[in-house]
């Protein structure tokens, strides 16, 4: 299983879309085999999910996260876990125990604005919000 969580430092970035980086974790018989640190490519819609599906990731996990992340991730049949919060480490030894738990998205639309990587292009239609 591949699992990749959105990274801010040691801990889980509150906002998938505009974190730091990404921990991609390799996990085969219940221990984690390998782990590698990728840069967020930049903040554009379906981009993420894209690039996770082309890494082979399963499961992403990350604080929090949109529906319209989350429908781009169920496209390409990556589970998502949301409102999780901690250390890396921990998340981690939670996953390998089988006691993490999901929670309602720590973000909602548009509060992450300022914190992170930025938007490459804009995707409001008509002046709505998405």
């Known amino acids: 299983m ?8 040691n801990n ?3 906002h998938f879309g505009r974190c730091p980086s990404y921990t991609i974790v390799d996990i085969e018989d219940n221990k984690v085999i390998d ?7 930049g903040h554009m ?5 894209q690039l996770m599906n082309e890494l082979d990731v399963d499961v992403m996990i990350a604080g929090g996260m949109g529906p319209r992340a989350i429908n781009f991730f169920n496209d ?19 996953l390998l125990d089988g006691t993490l738990k999901g929670a ?3 973000c909602k639309p548009g509060s992450a604005k300022g914190h992170g990587v930025e938007k490459a292009i804009c995707d409001h239609v008509d002046g709505e919000r998405h």
């Open 76 to 94: 390409y049949g990556i589970q998502t876990i949301v409102g999780i919060q901690g250390k890396i480490d921990d998340v981690i030894k939670t």
């Open 12 to 14: 889980v970035a509150e």
């Open 104 to 106: 309602e998205s720590l």
């Open 45 to 49: 819609p379906g981009a993420i999910p």
């Open 2 to 9: 591949r699992v990749s969580i959105s990274t801010d430092g």
């Open 35 to 41: 782990t590698q640190l990728i840069d967020n490519p």
